[in-house]
C-alpha cells in the first residue's frame, strides 16, 4: 500500500493562543497567591483553611486550575504529536490525557468546595 | 591539523565510521572549504557538494562541531581540533557528507515559493513602495542550505508533516509581499497542528543560520497574521 502523508486539519491556533493565554492565567495568580501569603502567612492548619474557605480565592482557584489542565492538555498532545507516530496509540493516550484532566477539574471542585 | 570526518559508502560499507585525516594546510587555506579540498588531494574517494565557495549557493553546509553551518565561510582558525565533520542530521545520507534533500524541498515546494497574482501583468514592473519592499528584508535572503531545518528536532520527528523552518520563512517571505494576492490561501494551508504548530520556539534555526536570519520570527509573524484574522 502506498504510504499517503495527510495533512491539512485547519486548526492549531485555538490552541496555541489557549496555552499563552492560560499560561498568563497561572502567572496572575502564583503572583496574587505569593502576595498573600507574603502579607499574612498562615500559621496553622486553620490559617490555610481561612485563606481557602474564601469564596473568592475558590473561583481564583478553579481558574487557576482549569488553565493549568487546559494548558497540559495543549503541552502534553503536543508531546505525543511530536513523538508517538503510530495513530491508534497516540488516539489512545490523548483519550487517556483528556479522562484524566477531566478526572482532576471535577476532583478539584470537590477539593475547593469542601475545605 | 586533524579532521574526524563521517565516512558512509551504502554501495562498500554496512555502516557509516569517522575517519580521522591529520593534513598540513597551506596559508591560503583559511575556510574549512578548503582544508576538504586539501583533504580531497590526499583521499579523493572522500565526497561532499560545493559550488559558490563563498556563502552563496548553499551546497557546503554540512554538521561542523555538532553545529550546522556552511563550511566556505566557516574559517578554520576558530575550529576546535579534531574538527568533526558529519552531514547535515535528520536527512538520509547519500554518501559521505551529502545528504538527500528531498524532503527539505518537498516542505519547501508545499508552501507555493512563487508570487499568486491574478491581476493581468502591468506593461512594466509591479511595483512596490521602499516600506512595502523593507519588509521582504531578512526574509528573502534565505539560500535554502536546510542548515535550519535539520537543526530542528520538530522537523527530525516529523520531516514529512512539519514545514521545518526554512519552508515558513519563505512561507512568510510571500504573505509579506505586498504583490502577492494569496494570502487567505497560504494561511489557510499553514493553519495546521503539524505544517506550522510543530514549531515550539526553540531558536536553533536562528542560532545556526549562516545568513543570520531569523525564521522563529517569521513564524511569530505567520501566527500573528492568524491572529489578525482570527480574532
Not at chain 2, 590526499?42 to 551546497?59: A, N, P
Amino acid at each position: 500500500m502506498v504510504k499517503r502523508m495527510v495533512t491539512g486539519a485547519h486548526y492549531g491556533l485555538r490552541d496555541w493562543l489557549a496555552q499563552r493565554i492560560t499560561a498568563v492565567v497561572m502567572v496572575v495568580f502564583i503572583l496574587c497567591l505569593a502576595g498573600i501569603l507574603l502579607i499574612s502567612p498562615p500559621h496553622d492548619y486553620a490559617g490555610w483553611k481561612a485563606v481557602f474557605s474564601n469564596q473568592w480565592m475558590r473561583i481564583a482557584s478553579f481558574l487557576f486550575l482549569v488553565s493549568l489542565f487546559w494548558h497540559a492538555w495543549v503541552g502534553v498532545r503536543n508531546i505525543l504529536m511530536d513523538y508517538v507516530h503510530a495513530t491508534g496509540i497516540r488516539l489512545s493516550l490523548q483519550i487517556l490525557v483528556i479522562l484524566s484532566l477531566l478526572f482532576y477539574t471535577v476532583w478539584s471542585v470537590e477539593i475547593l468546595w469542601e475545605l | 591539523m586533524n579532521f574526524s570526518i563521517y565516512r558512509f559508502d551504502p554501495d562498500k560499507d554496512e555502516r557509516p565510521y569517522m575517519q580521522n585525516y591529520d593534513i598540513m594546510l597551506e596559508p591560503a587555506d583559511r575556510m574549512l572549504l578548503d582544508a576538504l579540498v586539501r583533504i580531497k588531494t590526499v583521499d579523493d574517494s572522500l565526497s561532499l557538494r560545493r559550488s559558490c565557495r563563498e556563502g552563496v549557493c548553499g551546497s557546503d553546509a554540512m554538521n561542523i562541531n555538532g553545529r550546522n553551518g556552511l563550511a566556505c565561510i566557516t574559517p578554520v582558525a576558530g575550529l576546535k581540533e579534531p574538527v568533526t565533520l558529519r552531514p547535515l542530521p535528520g536527512l538520509p545520507v547519500i554518501r559521505d557528507l551529502i545528504v538527500d534533500m528531498t524532503q527539505f524541498f518537498k516542505q519547501y515546494h508545499s508552501i507555493k515559493p512563487y508570487l499568486i497574482n491574478n491581476d493581468p501583468p502591468p506593461e512594466t514592473e509591479r511595483l512596490q513602495s521602499p516600506e512595502e519592499r523593507a519588509e521582504l528584508d531578512g526574509l528573502y535572503e534565505c539560500i535554502l542550505c536546510a542548515c535550519c531545518s535539520t537543526a530542528c528536532p520538530s522537523f527530525w520527528w516529523n520531516p514529512d508533516k512539519f514545514v521545518g523552518p526554512a519552508g515558513l520563512l519563505q512561507a512568510y517571505r510571500f504573505l509579506a509581499d505586498s504583490r502577492d494576492q494569496a494570502t487567505a490561501e497560504r494561511l489557510d494551508y499553514l493553519e495546521d497542528p503539524y505544517r506550522l504548530f510543530r514549531c515550539h520556539s526553540i531558536m536553533n534555526c536562528v542560532d545556526v543560520c549562516p545568513k543570520g536570519l531569523n525564521p522563529t520570527s517569521a513564524i511569530e509573524s505567520i501566527k500573528d497574521m492568524m491572529i489578525k484574522r482570527t480574532v
